[in-house]
């Protein structure tokens, strides 16, 4: 993949990943990264520059776009705002002689270590704390909505998936994302109220969004809600 760049008939101008491929047209992507595109093997140097010309404004557009919707990516420093239960919460990274586990008090998560400065540490342990909250919350919870739906509370693991927020296999074991406790507690309710839904019907039919409805009749907003929200949960 080749990095070039576009100048518009205004002077302006748009870098670019290019990726030669076997195919007829021109493709145009905008990823994290910026403007990709893919284009025939055999093409012309003016003619992908003419193409990239005719579809500038829509370049532009969705570059413009991706920038106002970009999410800033975790500090983890003294003072870096976190979510949890959709709450704002801060961290606070306290310089100790022994690492101290981390203690969550008046919506404010202190971790003591010899290493403040030591992002990738403070990462981790951050993470760590998420995901023991995670099990301990999303537990109850599942418990609380099996009985709802007057079955047995399945098994349960957490997920590091970067596309899913659950699933449920055929074996009825039900598997959350630990992300989704920064979310609201409507959400996490809805997910989970999916994911048991797969216990009445492994699918996604008709019948199934009636189990999902029964559970949680406000499903369709929460599902929106939760897209929204997803690219703030994923800065963890």
């Known amino acids: 993949m080749a990095n070039k760049v576009l100048t518009l008939q205004n002077g302006e101008t748009i870098p670019y990943f290019l990726e030669h491929r076997a195919r007829r047209t021109v493709g145009l992507k905008i990823t994290e990264n910026g403007l990709v595109v893919h284009a025939p093997k055999r093409i012309f140097a003016f003619q992908l520059n003419q193409i990239l010309q005719d579809k500038s404004g829509w370049i532009l557009s969705k570059l413009q776009h991706r ?58 342990k951050v993470i760590q704390w998420y995901k023991k909250q995670a099990g301990l919350d999303f537990s109850r919870r599942l418990e609380v909505l099996a009985a709802k739906l007057g079955v047995n509370a399945p098994p349960l693991s957490l997920s590091n998936a970067k596309s899913r927020w ?12 630990w992300r989704l406790l920064q979310a609201p507690p409507h959400i996490i309710n809805y997910v989970i109220c999916h994911e048991l839904a797969h216990l009445k019907e492994m699918n996604h039919s008709a019948k199934f969004w009636a189990v999902v409805e029964q559970l949680f009749p406000t499903y369709k907003i929460a599902e929106k809600e939760l897209k929204s929200l997803s690219p703030h949960l994923h800065r963890l």
């Open 67 to 124: 920038a106002a919707n970009q999410i800033e990516k975790m500090a983890w420093v003294d003072g870096e705002h976190l979510l949890y239960l959709g709450q704002d919460i801060q961290l606070r990274v306290l310089e100790n002689s022994r690492n101290k586990a981390p203690n969550f008090d008046a919506n404010v998560l202190t971790l003591s270590t010899p290493e403040p400065n030591n992002h990738g540490l403070i990462s981790r």
């Open 166 to 177: 659950g699933s449920c296999n055929s074996r009825g074991e039900v598997r959350l994302n």
